[in-house]
C-alpha cells in the first residue's frame, strides 16, 4: 500500500512533468516540498464513492493477483484479466466500466502481479466536489496558522478517480471545475482568513488541473498512460 510520503512524491513527479518551475523539489513539512521560491502542499480527497472496490482495495493491496478473490472481482465488475501497459513490463492495469481500474505492478525477478492502487471512476460531479472542497477547507486552515510561507504557495489535491471514459467528458469537467470554483471562491470569502493558496492543482488519475486563485481561470492537462509509467517508477516501484 502506498504511503503518505509515496503519494506525494507521485504528485510532485507529476507536476514536474507538465510545470518546469517544479524542479528541484525537497521533502519539506507544511508544505510537503518546497524549492527555493515554491511551496506545494499535498493532500487527498477522501472520497465515498466507489466503497466496496476502495474497501476491497484497502484490505487487499500488496497481496498478488492469484490470492485475490476472483468470484468478488468478478461481482465488482472486473471481469477480464490485468493487462500489461508499458514497455518494461512492470505495470498491469484491470478495468471495470463501473468501478474504475485496479493497478498492479510485476514483482522483481517473479511473474506474480501485486495490487497497489486503486482509481474509481467519477459518478457525481456534486459529491466529487465536496470531497475536494473539504480537503481544501483543512488545508487553507494550515496555510493560515502553521505554515512556511514562500514567493508561491500551492496545493496538490490527488482524487482517485478518472475522468476520460464517455463522449461527454467536456461537458462533466466543465461543470466540475465550475463547481469547484464557485465552492472555493465562497470558501475563501467566509473564510475570514488572510491567505490564500497561489494554485490549486487537482490530480486526478487522467488528469491535472490548475486553478489560479488570481485569475480564477483553469488549466488542463491529460495524463497519458505514458506520464503514469514515468512517474510510477519514481516512487519505488
Not at 477522501?46 to 476502495?54: A, F, L, M, Q, R
Not at 501497459?85 to 512492470?90: F, I, K, Q
Request: charged share 25%; with cysteine.
Amino acid at each position: 500500500m502506498w504511503s503518505k510520503e509515496e503519494y506525494e512524491k507521485y504528485a510532485i513527479s507529476v507536476l514536474g512533468l507538465f510545470y518546469p518551475e517544479i524542479i528541484n523539489m525537497i521533502k519539506g513539512e507544511s508544505p510537503d516540498y518546497n524549492n527555493t521560491s515554491i511551496g506545494i502542499e499535498v493532500t487527498r480527497a477522501i472520497t465515498t464513492k466507489n466503497g466496496e472496490v476502495d474497501a476491497f482495495w484497502k484490505k487487499h493491496n500488496g497481496m498478488r493477483f492469484q490470492d485475490l478473490s476472483q468470484k468478488q472481482l468478478k461481482k465488482m465488475g472486473f471481469n477480464v484479466l490485468p493487462v500489461q501497459v508499458d514497455s518494461r513490463d512492470l505495470l498491469y492495469v484491470q478495468k471495470s466500466f463501473q468501478n474504475g481500474s485496479l493497478y498492479y505492478y510485476k514483482e522483481k525477478g517473479t511473474d506474480e502481479l501485486i495490487l497497489f492502487i486503486y482509481f474509481g471512476r467519477l459518478t457525481s460531479n456534486e459529491a466529487t466536489s465536496d470531497d475536494i472542497m473539504r480537503a481544501i477547507s483543512v488545508k487553507l486552515k494550515k496555510l493560515n496558522n502553521n505554515y512556511k510561507l514562500f514567493s508561491r504557495n500551492d496545493l496538490c489535491i490527488l482524487i482517485q478517480e478518472q475522468l476520460n471514459y464517455c463522449a461527454c467528458q467536456e461537458e462533466i469537467i466543465d461543470d466540475l471545475m465550475g463547481l469547484v470554483i464557485s465552492s472555493v471562491k465562497r470558501l475563501i470569502n467566509k473564510s475570514n482568513q488572510n491567505k490564500k493558496y497561489d494554485n490549486i492543482f487537482l490530480l486526478f488519475l487522467d488528469n491535472l488541473f490548475r486553478i489560479s486563485t488570481e485569475t480564477w481561470e483553469y488549466e488542463r492537462n491529460v495524463i497519458t498512460q505514458d506520464c503514469i509509467n514515468q512517474v510510477i517508477s519514481k516512487v519505488g516501484i
